[in-house]
């Protein structure tokens, strides 16, 4: 027997969703959803609304003078794809009161409800649940409690209940708890409870909260535990903040057995979608200090430095916004430290340098220094573009670490801070009769504690005439700059060390140096010269657009590009130029007299695919969509130095060497399966190669990847470059999917100069249904390291 209730049917079933923990919006409700229409037998069948439930049972008793009205067997409410289930159902029509009993079962938009018996009052919307069983989809939690109740408003009650997000009778973890309460957001609040392995209490707790359904909520992160020679045991315990929808902050208890406590804290804000910051900071009172350069980790010996500081502090961030309007852009860099060992000290966990740096080049594309750099640059960055102009303007801070804590005289420090910088261009444009030209001008004001600070202005027309035929592109082009210098503070510090073109050392007597206004100028003319041959290779038909071969795809075409390319410059040498002032290298100009050629091969292939979208007639249709790919990239390329050819200064040292050594570059990297990045600069003269980088990536989903690197450097001592290092370096990666759960992953560096070992590492992530597991341990010079991780599913 099947009849229809309709509001009875919809407030039963709206109560009961509610149950679930699930927003009264979704039901469709209607103004007067809490007055009830009497059930009247055998009534018109009645067209349903939109937001009426449909009620089926196997019997019904009751008529309109009943007090209730009851149902038995296969007792169902349904709205679309959301079902309720009971054996019994039995409804008070004056009082709005509904009981059920029975296999009470629901399905309300991917949560699940089970209990043996509920009663509710649809008046006031409060009610109850024996036995009950809930599960929500998102954030995929199991709540299993012996009574759940329904309060006045949005929020539910249980006592002793258990909370997981494994399934199955015994969990791999859970909570249990003598009371708690969901909101209809999902969150989640403990009181006096237990945190259980496999049922066995591990630790007890008197208030715990765990996230719902909303991505951001605060409370503890997982705890990140290592062990290192270095630090000791470490426990850093991260407590996540939510500020506002536009803010939030992260606050680090960093525990080290060696070191003592650090306290963390990072903020992040995002006021609309053209601004966002990240900003970081560590303090930690440090339980070791280096007071002699032979109480330091032995890799840290090299730099003639000390660390005699136990306050250790890290203070950095970055932000991209916008200043009045959103076309003036701010970017800022923030980065100081206390002392030049701490980023080494400090590589790992979860506010680490290399977290940190990980995260600054993912947020902004922007990097910091290298941790073994002595220099950390904050910069604050202001630019505004119009369609031919555009502007900059920078200040600059570098942080020089060799003059902190007592190492040397901050009165002798000569590090330069830009205070500020400012530019303005005019863009590559056309002038008149094919004639383009582009006009850069700069100026900064220099400061030094110790040595020349003043102001210099540069600015640098260039006029460029493109001349194109079918065959041949030919682009002459000339250009000048004009600097200008004043300076306001004028010291002599003698002999100063600057690294010259090509890496050479070279010495600058700052007694020859002049105080007062001076001008240099400097004028560049030269060439480039390019053609671009192609030929197209057909290797298979285009797929035909049928519904049937959705999905198939295969490379149609083959093109390859040849380009020859000719380059040439010639660049004057001032005069007098040691009467200069010197800040940067734009201040010593080498002249250049140089021809640069090369020949570039790119293989671009073209790809059909059969894919489908909606037809005017509703069905699906099919079409050809083509994507086009430069897969592989071949290049090689030299110079010759005209002035080196005709050089006759230090002759009875270095040799004439105009050629240059020959770079050949290789890139591949289709679709799938493989990426291949390798570059070779080969010596005419040694005959062997100076330098090389290589990098190959095999990788499938499913199966893992393994990555292969070297990078070689030597060393050279000639007339126009100087190199004292020698590298050569191998690097080893890999990761397999054993399976489903388990990742196996491997990291090796090993110095082939030094003759040792540089990274030994191995990680290990079981990731199971409610929870992942992470293993790493680690060797690199003077310190071992194992670190182990958890993460409990969506909490």
């Not at 979860?350 to 600054?360: I, M, Q």
């Not at 540089?758 to 060797?779: K, M, N, P, V």
Request: include cysteine.
């Amino acid at each position: 027997m099947k009849r229809k209730l309709s509001r009875i049917s919809l407030a039963v079933g709206a109560f009961l969703v509610l149950s679930l923990c699930l927003p009264w919006t979704i039901i469709g409700k209607s103004p007067d959803h809490n007055k009830v229409r009497k059930y009247v037998p055998d009534a018109p069948v009645q067209a349903l609304d939109q937001d009426e439930w449909t009620f089926s049972a196997d019997r019904v008793v009751g008529d309109h003078t009943s007090e209730y009205v009851e149902a038995f067997g296969n007792v169902s409410l349904s709205l679309g794809e959301d079902q309720l289930r009971a054996d019994f159902a039995r409804y008070y029509q004056a009082t709005g009161w509904v009981f059920l009993k029975g296999h009470i079962r629901a399905h309300w938009g991917g949560d699940f409800l089970q209990a043996d018996e509920g009663e509710f009052d649809l008046n006031n919307m409060t009610g109850w649940l024996k036995n009950g069983k809930l599960f929500m989809a998102k954030p995929h939690v199991y709540v299993e409690a012996e009574r759940v109740g329904k309060s006045v408003g949005d929020s539910y009650t249980f006592k002793n209940a258990k909370v997981t997000s494994c399934s199955g009778q015994t969990p791999a973890w859970s909570v249990t708890s003598e009371e708690g309460d969901i909101s209809l957001d999902g969150r989640i609040q403990l009181y006096r409870s237990a945190f259980r392995i496999k049922d066995v209490p591990v630790f007890y707790w008197p208030y715990m909260v765990l996230p719902g359904r909303t991505p951001r909520q605060s409370g503890f992160l997982m705890p990140y535990v290592a062990s290192s020679d270095k630090l000791g045991l470490q426990v850093n315990l991260p407590y996540y903040w939510v500020i506002n929808d536009e803010m939030d902050a992260t606050f680090y208890q960093n525990y080290m057995s060696r070191r003592g406590y650090m306290q963390g804290v990072e903020f992040r804000h995002t006021e609309d979608a053209s601004s966002r910051g990240l900003w970081q900071a560590d303090f930690l009172n440090d339980n070791i200090r280096a007071s002699n350069e032979s109480d330091e980790w032995k890799d840290y010996r090299d730099d003639g430095l000390t660390r005699k500081n136990r306050d250790r502090w890290w203070v950095r961030g970055k932000y991209d916004g916008w200043l009045g309007s959103p076309q003036w852009k701010i970017k800022v860099d923030l980065d100081l430290v206390s002392d030049q060992n701490y980023l080494r000290d400090f590589t790992d966990g979860p506010n680490g340098y290399d977290k940190t740096r990980e995260e600054f080049l993912d947020v902004f594309g922007r990097d910091i220094e290298n941790k073994d750099s002595l220099h950390r640059l904050n910069k604050l960055y202001v630019s505004r573009s119009w369609d031919r102009f555009g502007v900059t303007g920078l200040t600059q801070y570098d942080q020089n670490l060799a003059y902190r804590n007592g190492n040397n005289p901050n009165s002798e420090n000569p590090t330069i801070q830009i205070l500020p910088e400012l530019n303005a261009y005019a863009w590559q444009q056309s002038l008149i009769g094919g004639l383009e030209g582009s006009l850069d001008t700069k100026y900064d004001y220099f400061h030094r504690e110790y040595g020349d600070s003043g102001h210099r202005a540069i600015i640098s027309p260039e006029l460029k005439y493109p001349m194109k035929s079918r065959y041949l592109t030919v682009i002459p082009s000339v250009s000048m700059q004009e600097t200008a210098y004043s300076l306001t503070s004028r010291e002599d510090v003698g002999d100063m060390t600057i690294v010259g073109t090509g890496g050479r050392d070279e010495t600058i007597d700052t007694s020859k140096i002049k105080d007062g206004f001076q001008t240099r100028t400097t004028w560049t003319g030269g060439f480039t010269a390019f053609s671009e041959m192609t030929r197209t290779f057909d290797l298979a038909g285009a797929p035909k657009a049928d519904p049937s071969l959705a999905g198939t795809s295969r490379w149609t075409k083959l093109k390859n590009s040849i380009i020859p390319r000719l380059a040439y410059t010639y660049t004057n040498r001032p005069t007098n130029q040691e009467k200069l002032p010197y800040f940067d290298s734009d201040d010593r100009v080498d002249g250049r007299n140089a021809v640069t050629y090369s020949l570039t091969s790119v293989l671009d292939r073209r790809r059909d695919s059969v894919v489908l979208s909606p037809g005017s007639d509703g069905e699906p249709a099919a079409q050809v969509a083509r994507d086009y790919l430069d897969f592989l990239l071949f290049r090689v390329e030299q110079s010759y130095d005209i002035r080196e050819a005709q050089r006759t200064d230090e002759r009875d040292i270095y040799e004439r060497r105009p050629f240059s050594d020959i770079m050949t570059e290789l890139k591949i990297k289709p679709t799938n399966y493989v990426d291949i990045l390798s570059r070779y600069w080969f010596s005419p003269y040694k005959g062997d190669m100076t330098q090389t980088e290589n990098s190959i990536r095999f990788y499938k989903d499913g199966l893992g990847e393994i990555t292969v690197g070297y990078d070689f450097l030597q060393s050279l001592d000639e007339y126009k470059r100087t190199r004292d290092d020698n590298l050569s370096v191998l690097k080893l990666g890999g990761k397999w999917d054993i399976n489903e759960a388990v990742t196996l992953g491997a990291m090796f560096r090993h110095d082939f100069i030094s003759e040792r070992d540089l990274e030994r590492t191995i990680t290990l992530d079981w990731a199971a249904e409610c929870y992942t597991l992470h293993f790493t341990y680690s060797q690199r010079p003077n310190d071992n390291r194992f670190a182990v991780g958890f993460d409990l599913l969506n909490f």
